[in-house]
Structures are given as C-alpha cells and as structure tokens.
Nanobody, 113 residues
C-alpha cells in the first residue's frame, strides 16, 4: 500500500507562486513514477506531469513553462512548483502513484485576480 498526502494549497494572488508537496508513505522506496494532476471546478481531471525515480520529468503541453515537478528521495516527497499563477489555475491538485493506483486527497489552490 502507498499512502499519499498533498499539502501547500491555499489562496494566492494572480502572478504569485506556490509550491505543493506530496509526501509518500507505505512503500515509498518502491514507487518508480509520481504524477501531478489537477481538477478545476466543473472540469475533468487533467494530467500536469510526472517524474521518475531518476528525476526525469514530463509535462503536458498545456502547462509547459510554468509548472515544475521535482522530488526529494530522502524525504519521499514530490513537489509541484507553479509560477505566474493565473485564475484559471484554480483547482484541486492531486498527486498520484500510477503503478499502485494510489491518489492523495488533493489540495485546493485558489487564485484570486
């Protein structure tokens, strides 16, 4: 079993930056890939990108440039840095361990204009 907990969401102004965290427990050493997704109000969940154990990242074309995924293996934590926040970034952000089908509970990011 893999347990994921996101944190770092909140209310931020447009143009600002935010770093979300996803802490993994259970069998974190066995996780080879982690991903971030988001779900805006009234919309389907959207893949943001992923990171492998070796640190290789991939991003959806729609978010390239403002989103950065990184990880700290020693802390079993994956991060999502979002810069130049826009109101349309308002969403619940989820981390995911695809191989285990594990999802966190999500953290809400609200961007005000």
């Amino acid at each position: 079993q893999v347990h994921l907990v996101e944190s770092g969401g909140g209310l931020v102004q447009a143009g600002g930056s935010l770093r979300l965290s996803c802490a993994a427990s259970g069998r974190p050493a066995s996780i080879n890939t982690m991903a971030w997704h988001r779900q805006a109000p009234g919309k389907q969940r959207q893949l943001i990108g992923s990171i492998t154990t070796g640190g290789r990242t991939n991003y959806a074309d729609s978010v390239k440039g403002r989103f950065t995924i990184s990880k700290d293996n020693a802390k079993n934590t994956v991060y999502l840095q979002i810069s130049s926040l826009k109101t349309e970034d308002t969403a619940v952000y989820y981390c995911n361990a695809p191989f285990y089908g594990a999802w966190g509970q999500g953290t809400l990011v609200t961007v005000s204009s």
